[in-house]
């Protein structure tokens, strides 16, 4: 039996898939907005706060490991809904939270261990939706991209440990924007250019010392027709420490509009 905490993304549909069609046993602790898996007779919506409710959950169901998918945002700690056990733990998660995204997983999944709960990686079931190292498009990155490769690489790798930012977006070795809170898609439509078209590049990389078992930067066809949009040429990812989703439509996307899909 697995446990399965979903949050919001498309990746957790992907997984649900897999596990269906493999047959595994599993339970879902549905913590995302729209409580998207309610549907599911395997599926609980539970609060953040509610760490009482997601353990007796999983140890009723005799369920040892879970698994993270799925973009959980930060809670307005004030407004939430606390059991008992959500009491004793919130002061651990309000800490970490002063530290990033990153650091509220890491106290969570500290917490499950400390429960005999452990985390699974979140690709156990979907390795082949992270690619390996190499150019899945026709068009490769010339010198100029290379450059700008390189500069988005330094600039995601020199931020703070617990910074939230996934993704930064370089044009003529200039920094044009750096993820916020408002994610990938916010980040992007900031980077608009009138004068440069198909121009620049999109990087997304873990952050850094991130546990890459959760949390890993997401990429499909949304953010390929965003990159587009915004008149980037290409994307680059990180081997096997990221999520692609809609791999061959990405691809006949890239190949189509004269784009890069590189990994290093």
């Known amino acids: ?42 599926s609980s919506s539970v609060s953040i706060g509610q760490f009482g409710k997601i353990i007796n959950i999983l140890r009723e169901n005799n369920c040892k490991k879970v698994l993270f998918a799925g973009k959980v945002n930060k809670p307005n700690f004030s407004k939430l809904k606390l059991d008992f056990k959500g009491i004793y733990y919130i002061p651990r998660i309000i800490k970490a939270s002063k530290l990033g995204d990153a650091a509220i997983l890491k106290e969570i999944i500290k917490i499950l261990l400390q429960n005999k709960i452990k985390t699974e990686n979140s690709l156990t079931f979907n390795p082949e939706l992270s690619l390996k190292k190499g150019n899945y498009s026709k068009i490769k990155p010339n010198k100029q991209d290379q450059l700008d490769i390189k500069k988005a690489i330094k600039t995601l790798n020199s931020l703070k440990q617990y910074n939230f930012s996934q993704g930064v977006v370089v044009r003529n070795k200039k920094v044009v924007s750096i993820e916020g809170k408002g994610g990938t898609k916010i980040m992007l439509k900031k980077s608009r250019s009138k004068k440069f078209r198909n121009h620049g590049v999109l990087a997304k990389f873990p952050k850094k010392k991130q546990d890459l078992r959760v949390d890993l930067p997401t990429i499909g066809l949304k953010t390929l027709k965003q990159s587009k949009t915004a008149g980037l ?5 990180k081997s096997k420490q990221h999520v692609f989703l809609d791999k061959r439509k990405c691809i006949k996307f890239a190949n189509k509009n004269r784009m890069f899909i590189s990994v290093k």
Request: glycine fraction near 6%.
């Open 233 to 237: 040429k290409g994307i680059v990812i």
């Open 1 to 42: 039996m697995i446990g399965l905490i979903f949050g919001d993304s498309d990746f957790p549909k992907e997984i649900l898939k897999t596990i269906k069609k493999k047959k595994v046993k599993y339970l879902i602790i549905d913590l995302s907005k729209t409580k998207k898996f309610k549907k599911d007779k395997k």
